[in-house]
Every structure is written in structure tokens, then in C-alpha cells.
């Protein structure tokens, strides 16, 4: 595809204005994708539903292969918890319509991601002034009117969005953010030979650095523009969520969508571990055969009555996999468990239910912690261990559903 959703060969040629190098478009060249989410711990999860993707874990579905790009990264400035809330995907295959075609479909990431910002990837290809930039966009010809959409500014280069309207409309750029035939996206990046480091790998660290001022010549601006069609707005047609009840939903949602969790109506037997109040065993209802509800605390009225939930009254540590559930025999293909325990606590209590269930079964366990911090290495080793030779595949992921304080295990049986 060529940039700007087919930019005509004369187009392109403008483009290349040998005055303004920054500005030049290569046909054919692949846009990087920058990403905006809600939070700053957001930004890190899409990062980590990345890695899981090239990692090429076990039914992960966050991403497919034409629009995962080449790496993921968290721009900076940043700390763990704060910063621009800014993902880069570097150079997707996918084309702008097609990537903006693939976040509507996606269930996860289309009511989480508030803006995509298409830029030319090259460093030689941004611009260091409000000046250079409205050249650039000017020399390339991109259609109009033109709507200038802005990624969240660098603290201290505020003034940017300003300066660049009035510099267009005096150049004779018609703008809209309304009635627009083209977007133009603009993106504010540490100059990389600024002294900052850039983690490219992704990987978490304890604790990030504070965000620190930086000068003007710290600065500079990642830009590229696409038509109309490839143009994202974010879903607001309905909630993520609505109550503690759909919270609880979504979170199981989620983590059956990306673990590529299939589902039988016909056949499936799911044990759902601490299902009181009964959300998670709700939700299964209506997509398996039956759900074994385990909790000693009373399930919802409404739960009670739907005909293929059977709750045992029990505390899980009671529990007989054998005596305690009723015919037909019990061969359950997926274990769920969100108890409020210890990580490795909340383990020994799925061993039971684990050694009957037939190999290929799915397990999927929240794990529940202290504090805040993104690395849970030692703590999720400790879990697979108490799980032992039993299960294959254990990835842990950190859901967007998921609070600070949780993470999700999944696994296959043995």
C-alpha cells in the first residue's frame, strides 16, 4: 500500500521536497502505529500482550500477525504508573484502513484504545520545529480540509497545537475537525541523543525514573497523515463494564478471549472455584454444558435458578472432585478460580480438581497480591511449582479487566 491510503505517484513525488528532507515519503513505506490508552499500567499490559504475541504463547489473540508490527514499546516520559499512556507499534504490514478495520473487530482493544497516531517511522523523516512541521505537511500534499489530531505533549512544549493552526491557516491550509477529507497526526518524542534512555525491549523494571523538564532542542515530532477511512474513533456505544457483577465478567471475558479458551455448549463441564457470588459461573452458563459452582457462601438467587449450575456448598479445601459432584461423571475441560488467597495458597486448592480433568484442559486462576509493582517473576514461579509436572503452557498475563493488584494464570493440563 502506499502511504495516506494510496497516495497518488505525483503526490508522493511532491512529497519528497528536497528543501524540507524530514518531509520525504517513500511509496510503499509501512507506517509505525502509536497507540493511546487510558492508563500508564494499560500501556505496559498492550507491551506484554506483544511479547506473549511474538512469543508465539499458546492461543494468544490480543494481536495477529499483520498488525503486531515488529516490537511494541512505552514511550517516554514515564514512570510505572504515569506518562502519556503512549504505545509504539513499529511498522504493522497492516495498511491504516485495515489496522483501524482490525481494533473495531477486536473486543479487548476497541473500547480501550482512544486514538492510533500513523507516523513516517524514520528519525530522519521528523521534524524539530512548528515551522518544519507545517512545511512538511504542506509539501506533501495532504488532502483538505485536514484534521490535526495531537498525541498528549511532552510537559513544557504545551503550545505546540496552537502554533500549528495558526501557521497552517496562514499557508493556506484548510482545517476541519469535523468536515475533514485527511488526518494529519502529530506525535512529540525525546530526541533520542538527549541522554534519555528508551527501554526498546519492553522489559519492567522496579521502578522507572521520574518524568524529568526537558529543553526545546529535547524534542521533536513524529508526523504522517491518512485518509478519512483510516481515521480511529473510539467505541462509546457501551460501557466496558457497569457494577461490580460485569467487572467480575469481564475480567473471565477477557482472559477466555486471549488464552483462545473454545467453548462447547454441548459437552464442556467447567469447576468453578470460589464462585460466590456467582458472576464467572453465570457467564459460563450460557456457553458449556454444566458449571460446578464451589463456594460455601450463597450464590445469587438468579444463579440458583439457571438449570446447569450445581453449586456445592463447600470450602474448596473440603472439597471430594469425586463424591461431592453429581453424575454424569465428572471430566471437567476447564477449571476458573478467582479466590481471595495467596498465590501459591489459591494453587494447592486447584490440585484436587486438576488431577481428573483430561489432558488439554484449560485452567484459569486470578492471583491475587500486596502492592503495586508490574514484576511478579518469583511469586508466579512459586505457583508454578506448587502446580507442578500437572500442567504445559503456564503464561501469566496481567489483564486490562485485572486491578493493580491482580494477575491471571493460564494453563493446559498435562
Known amino acids: 500500500f502506499k502511504i495516506g491510503l494510496g497516495m497518488p505517484d505525483d503526490q508522493a513525488e511532491k512529497s519528497a521536497d528536497a528543501e524540507h528532507p524530514s518531509a520525504s515519503v517513500v511509496v510503499g513505506q509501512r507506517l509505525d502505529v502509536i497507540l493511546q490508552m487510558a492508563h500508564q499500567s494499560h500501556a505496559y499490559k498492550l507491551v506484554e500482550y506483544h511479547r506473549a504475541h511474538a512469543a508465539a504463547r499458546v492461543g494468544m489473540r490480543v494481536f495477529d500477525d499483520l498488525c503486531a508490527g515488529e516490537a511494541a514499546v512505552e514511550l517516554p516520559p514515564r514512570t510505572n504508573k504515569k506518562g502519556r499512556c503512549l504505545v509504539l507499534l513499529r511498522q504493522p504490514r497492516a495498511s491504516p484502513t485495515e489496522f483501524v478495520s482490525w481494533l473495531a473487530e477486536n473486543p479487548i482493544l476497541n473500547r480501550r484504545v482512544f486514538r492510533t497516531y500513523h507516523v513516517f517511522p524514520q528519525p530522519s523523516q521528523r521534524v524539530a520545529t512548528v515551522d518544519a512541521l507545517s512545511k512538511a505537511i504542506v509539501s506533501a500534499s495532504v488532502p483538505q480540509p485536514v484534521r490535526l489530531q495531537f498525541a498528549p505533549p511532552i510537559p513544557g512544549h504545551e503550545d505546540v497545537k ?156 473440603e472439597l471430594d472432585a469425586i463424591a ?39 485452567i484459569v486462576v486470578t492471583l491475587k497480591f500486596f502492592g503495586t509493582g508490574r514484576d511478579r517473576t518469583d511469586a508466579i514461579s512459586e505457583v508454578a511449582e506448587v502446580l507442578g509436572d500437572l500442567v ?23
Request: proline letters at 7%.
Open 162 to 317: 496552537g502554533d500549528l493552526v495558526r501557521v497552517l491557516i496562514e499557508a493556506g491550509v484548510a482545517l476541519s475537525p469535523q468536515d475533514y477529507a485527511s488526518v494529519v497526526h502529530i506525535v512529540p518524542l525525546l530526541k533520542e541523543d538527549t541522554g534519555v534512555e528508551i527501554d526498546n525491549s519492553g522489559a519492567s523494571t522496579p521502578k522507572s525514573p521520574k518524568p524529568k523538564k526537558h529543553s526545546v532542542q529535547s524534542v521533536e515530532f513524529a508526523w504522517g497523515w491518512v485518509n478519512r477511512e483510516g481515521h480511529w474513533t473510539i467505541r462509546t456505544d457501551t460501557k466496558i463494564s457497569d457494577g461490580h457483577s460485569a467487572k467480575a465478567m469481564a475480567k473471565l471475558a477477557e482472559a477466555v478471549y486471549t488464552s483462545n479458551v473454545k467453548l462447547h455448549v454441548d459437552h464442556d463441564d467447567v469447576v468453578d472455584l470460589g464462585a460466590a457470588p456467582g458472576s464467572w459461573s453465570s457467564w459460563l452458563s450460557s456457553r458449556v454444558r454444566r458449571v460446578i459452582a464451589v463456594d460455601p457462601g450463597a450464590l445469587d438467587a438468579r444463579v440458583l435458578e439457571l438449570p446447569n449450575v450445581i453449586h456445592v456448598a463447600k470450602k474448596v479445601e
Open 324 to 362: 461431592d459432584i453429581p453424575a454424569p461423571p465428572f471430566k471437567p475441560t476447564l477449571l476458573v478460580c478467582d479466590i481471595n488467597a495467596h498465590p501459591t495458597d489459591v494453587a494447592r486448592m486447584c490440585l484436587p480438581i486438576l488431577h481428573p480433568m483430561a489432558p488439554g484442559s484449560r
Open 392 to 414: 504445559v503452557d503456564v503464561t501469566c498475563l496481567w489483564l486490562f479487566a485485572n486491578t493493580i493488584y491482580e494477575r491471571v494464570l493460564i494453563a493446559t493440563k498435562r
